[in-house]
């Protein structure tokens, strides 16, 4: 019923920027109604983590990520952004977004209906 295609991952030296980018195509015969929209990754030998999360208001970040990452999405055209500043070793991951039809704050991420095949972020 929804696609997501995810771009924009690459390699990075430490302190540089990237954007990422998730398109969520939505097929006309379900019209499902995307609310929550989220970025997620999972480092080498670590667990699936949540970066940052957006409905119809503000972002909500990981606590390792604020101040450095920013989230939008573009509501129309049903794209989600992540710029990512200050990229550290540490955020090396495959990241991935994810879409609900219900709001951020009711969905666990475990939860979430559509993931994308992710996009991998090397910060050297």
């Known amino acids: 019923d929804v696609q997501l295609v995810e771009s924009g991952g690459g390699s990075v030296q430490a302190g540089g920027s990237l954007t990422l980018s998730c398109t969520a195509s939505?097929?006309?015969?379900?019209?499902?109604?995307?609310?929550?929209m989220a970025w997620f990754r999972q480092g080498p030998g670590k667990d699936r983590e949540g970066v940052a999360s957006?409905?119809?208001?503000?972002?909500t970040y990981a606590d390792s990520v604020k101040g450095r990452f920013t989230i939008s999405r573009d509501n129309v055209e049903n794209i989600m952004y992540l710029q990512m500043n200050s990229l550290k070793p540490e955020d090396t991951a495959m990241y991935y977004c994810a879409v609900d039809g219900r709001p951020c704050a009711l969905v666990k991420w475990r939860n979430f209906s559509y993931w994308g095949q992710g996009t991998q972020v090397t910060v050297s």
């Open positions: 939505v097929h006309a015969y379900s019209n499902y109604p995307v609310q929550c």
């Open positions: 957006i409905d119809s208001g503000d972002g």
